[in-house]
């Protein structure tokens, strides 16, 4: 079991820079794919960025690509995803995930753990 906890989201204006903490407790992460998704409101939740447990496999929706940047420290049991040159349209709930499955370099699996999510709005 995973339990994971997201942290630094706030209130920051258009252009500006968030970097997201994901830090897991339970279990290690080291042989789970990670994942960040968020969900603006009246929309679907929507995988943005992921990354295989061994790093090697990487995977950034076009909507945040050369912006947001996902990382992982396994020996910290931390996932990251650092957002720069913010806009309005990137207010969200973000969450992250975790899950098994697909392989050490598979970006992107089947998620059985998620966070709280953490809220990033962007103002203008």
């Known amino acids: 079991q995973v339990q994971l906890v997201e942290s630094g989201g706030g209130l920051v204006h258009t252009g500006g820079s968030l970097r997201l903490s994901c830090v897991a407790s339970?279990?290690?992460?080291?042989?789970?794919?990670m994942g960040w998704f968020r969900q603006a409101p009246g929309k679907e939740r929507e995988l943005i960025a992921a990354m295989s447990w061994s790093g090697r496999g990487a995977y950034h929706a076009g909507s945040i690509e050369g912006r947001f940047t996902m990382s992982r420290d396994n020996a910290k049991n931390t996932a990251y995803l650092q957002m720069n040159k913010l806009k309005s349209e990137d207010t969200a709930v973000y969450y992250c995930?975790?899950?098994?499955?697909?392989?050490?370099?598979?970006?992107?699996?089947?998620?059985?753990?998620w966070g709280q999510g953490t809220q990033v709005t962007v103002s203008s």
């Open positions: 995930a975790a899950g098994t499955g697909g392989g050490q370099d598979a970006a992107v699996v089947p998620y059985d753990f």
């Open positions: 339970g279990s290690s992460i080291s042989t789970y794919g």
